[in-house]
């Protein structure tokens, strides 16, 4: 940061969807260095609460996981309202959860369809709405959510040379949430409440890790800054966005794609 330039979280209390590893765990890491309180959401791993801990303690903040299946509605509502009463009150959120499907179109089924839009679109609006609700509930003004959404919101990303594969399904998904973050983000103006998209480029986290090392240097290679970006390197334009610094910023996305947009 520049100096002079701070961020201070204290007293804030943000939950981070998927804060327990990839992105999510930078972006984790990020706020609590920021000095907030951090609730991290998982689906199934099973060191999710010794990571929350070990963040706490790095940072000198307070952290605890919570096991919630973003897409189940009603679990995530009761997930906030425990993590309001346990740590909060709640003031911002990271809707990062995500899952990707690597396939050909012509293999894709009905069942790969429901799984990444139940996480990567309905996971985020439950996510979101949650914390929405309690917010206009106690008249807070200020909240501020921050979705990650993708580069493939915009363009047809593929693995691998010659458009051979291009995740249909989670380009498609990832476009529609970050038009879901526009209508939130006009919505709910009215509340006080603002809501903008992360996209990231190819970062390499486990959603990457198994690509074959040739398609990883073809991309690299399509990229301006000639590769891929770090898991903390998307933690600065997030906790921008989370603070007061933003205070004017509301229904945009950001790109923090080593510049691959501009090919
Ligand atoms: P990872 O696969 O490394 O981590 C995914 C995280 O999401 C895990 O913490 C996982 O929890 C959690 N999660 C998945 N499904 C659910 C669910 N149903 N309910 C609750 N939590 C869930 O992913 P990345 O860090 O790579 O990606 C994070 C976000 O960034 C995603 O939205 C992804 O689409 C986006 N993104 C990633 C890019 C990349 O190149 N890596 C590029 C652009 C966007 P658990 O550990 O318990 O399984």
Not at 94 to 111: D, F, M, R, W
Not at 249 to 257: A, L, N, R
Request: with cysteine.
């Amino acid at each position: 940061m520049p100096p002079g330039f701070t961020i201070n979280f204290t007293g804030k209390c943000i939950v981070v969807t998927g804060g327990n590893r990839g992105i999510g765990l930078e972006l984790s890491k990020a706020v609590a260095q920021a000095g907030a309180t951090v609730a991290i959401i998982y689906r199934s791993s099973k060191d999710a609460e010794e990571v929350a801990q070990k963040i706490g303690k790095d940072y000198g903040v307070k952290t605890k996981a919570y096991q919630c299946d973003v897409s189940d509605t009603e679990t995530v509502n009761n997930t906030f309202k425990k993590i309001d009463d346990e740590l909060g009150p709640i003031t911002g959120v990271i809707a990062n959860a995500g899952i990707s499907c690597v396939k050909p179109a012509l293999e894709l089924t009905t069942e790969d369809f429901n799984n990444v839009y139940n996480v990567n679109v309905l996971g985020v609006f439950n996510t979101a709405r949650a914390a929405a609700k309690l917010w206009v509930e106690r008249k807070y003004q200020g909240g501020s959510i921050v979705i990650t959404s993708s580069m493939s919101s915009q363009i047809i990303n593929q693995i691998g040379p010659n458009k051979a594969n291009t995740q249909v399904f989670y380009n498609s998904s990832k476009a529609a949430v970050s038009n879901l973050c526009k209508g939130l983000a006009a919505e709910w103006a009215q509340y006080g409440i603002r809501v903008n998209a992360l996209s990231p480029g190819y970062v390499m986290t486990d959603q990457n890790t198994g690509l074959d090392p040739n398609v990883v240097k073809f991309l690299e290679d399509h990229v301006p800054l000639r590769r891929f970006g770090k898991a903390e390197e998307m933690g600065g334009q997030t906790i921008l966005l989370l603070s007061d610094h933003a205070s004017y910023m509301t229904g945009g996305e950001y790109f923090v794609d080593g510049g691959q947009l501009i090919w």
